[in-house]
């Protein structure tokens, strides 16, 4: 199994140009997230999923959009990007439930976005 | 407000032992989590707890006290792979995770 894999790693955007990342999980987990990470804060959820066709915020939404079309997916848009919007992303997965088996986040490796 | 409180920065020798203090306050608590994250890379769970005590893994052990808001990891016989940033995590009442800043522990020989 691949786990959670996260496509592009790295990308570099000019301030108002549009992208979507992309995160796929074979795990067949219900709840997908989105998180940013930044330097001296902890991660931050922007949007998550928890099951096909639905989506809700998080802490931080405003300037991404996500979309969860198929349970193993879940994109992540930035339709106008800004300078504060670099950071580092990474998307998780899980399975509801109670007890650690099912609550515990697996990660992506991560993409890399620096807004120029 | 929902706050998590972790040291920045820990610096431990070798061979030691080190504890990674965590506290909280969250709108609910269904379980705390202890990640590892590497640098440059995703975090790694490493443990969960929802009972008051110590569990224990290892070289790794992480202790809870429900009433005082408070966790802590240890870490026995350290080696210069475990460098990395240790996050603190705990799942609200609405079953999401509230993420401490992380605690970069420095290992040094």
């Known amino acids: 199994n691949a786990g959670v894999t996260q496509t592009p790693k790295f990308r570099v955007l000019k301030t108002g140009q549009s992208m979507t990342l992309l995160c796929a999980q074979d795990?067949?987990?219900?709840?997908m997230y989105w998180y940013r990470q930044d330097p001296g804060m902890g991660l931050r959820l922007i949007h998550y999923?928890?099951?096909?066709?639905?989506?809700a915020k998080g802490e931080v939404p405003d300037g991404y959009n996500v979309s969860r079309l198929k349970k193993q997916n879940f994109l992540l848009g930035l339709e106008s990007a800004a300078p504060s919007q670099t950071s580092v992303y990474f998307c998780?997965?899980?399975?509801?439930?109670?007890?650690?088996?099912?609550?515990?986040?697996?990660f992506g490796p991560g993409t890399r976005l620096t807004v120029l | 407000g929902q706050n998590i409180d972790q040291p920045t920065e820990m610096t431990a020798t070798e061979g030691a032992i080190v504890q990674i203090n965590c506290t909280y306050q969250?709108?609910?608590?269904?379980?705390l989590f202890w990640y590892q994250q590497h640098a440059g890379e995703a975090p790694t769970f490493l443990s969960y707890?929802?009972l008051d005590g110590l569990e224990e893994k290892g070289r790794f052990s992480s202790f809870l006290s429900r009433s005082k808001g408070y966790s802590y990891l240890l870490l026995k016989e350290l080696q210069m792979k475990d460098s990395a940033s240790y996050l603190c995590?705990?799942?609200?009442?609405?079953?999401?995770?509230?993420w401490g800043a992380g605690t970069k522990l420095i290992i040094k020989p």
């Open positions: 969250t709108s609910g608590f269904n379980g």
């Open positions: 998780a997965s899980s399975i509801p439930g109670e007890g650690a088996t099912y609550n515990e986040q697996f």
């Open positions: 707890n929802v």
């Open positions: 995590a705990v799942l609200d009442s609405n079953y999401q995770l509230i």
């Open positions: 795990m067949n987990h219900e709840y």
């Open positions: 999923s928890v099951g096909e066709g639905t989506t």
